[in-house]
């Protein structure tokens, strides 16, 4: 069983933001699968995918604060500065994150922890939607 | 072919761990795939999973070195902090490492690498256990 | 339906390399696989795998900038230095990137984004070829 789908999420402003109903109500067939995995797939080179704390909102608060510290924006050295301040810092933070999610799922579920989420991490000062590309395997 | 289990990792302290045996002595069904893929998720938000060297502990006491200088603990901008000190970081350094490990199957054994092993990366001072979820599709 | 192979990569500088078009001449078979899932995995411990913006050289130039000043060589508290001042910070950044990326298939494609390619991260001075293994699972 191979189920594949591609959702849009709406723009969200620079930060990172829980989307597990977003992608949980985008999967109807999920409770049809026994066991199998979950690839959640962003398409974008600006935002990225995480899995973490789903409760207060002062985490993905403070997770904003620290990588845009540990990325800064405006480094001397910067090459690629056309798209703005913002737009090279968006690609590392891209690729420290990751774009790329795998999420098992036990009996019609995704096997997150009690206390795991899905995040968008939006990159960008003004970014648009952006398209995720889930796909389910399993039986 | 899909099979999936939860293990339980007893606790350790804070630091990066080899858990490569542990995870092989809970899949007595590998040597019967011939091919397909390993999912290992760790089902919480101050703990991670990573691949890295296998042979010399020095590397692993690196890691903890780097990681805890490169996400300090006790910044004033944090707002997250009534869990303790160790608490937000140990959330960052979740995402940055991640929660989730894909490795390939080929022939019945995981197809690692000579040098790699699979890391518990522990980022809380006073952790319980660590629960895992073990997912092989493949044929 | 599973197919997997091992490829090799022929050596490349210190740095960040594009290698989309390598997966994809190694992988005849895509255009076969309606809807999947493609691992690539790096079976190394000092190189990684990314996926970011596949257009502008100078991304790959600011990320070689950027990595290797938020991992610096010649730490006074690393302990691993017996393979010379890249050796451990390589392994470090190859778990903040990471060594297994998950890329959907649809229609015979891989689904990335149109400004999405991927990176083979190159992070030791004088390193050989590097192996991958493709996996791909789907119907």
Sequence with gaps: MWYQKSIEIPARKRGFHLITREILEALPELPECRVGMLNV??????????????????????FESYFSRAVPEGENYYKHTLEGPDDLPAHIKASVLGVSLNIPVSDGR????????????????SAGGRTLVLTLGGE
Tied chains: 1, 2, 3.
């Design 110 to 125: 995704l096997a997150l922890g009690v206390w795991q989420g899905i995040y968008l991490c939006e990159h960008r000062d």
């Design 41 to 62: 797939f962003i398409q974008h080179t600006s935002a990225s995918l995480s899995i973490n704390e789903n409760a207060d909102p002062t985490v993905r608060d403070d």
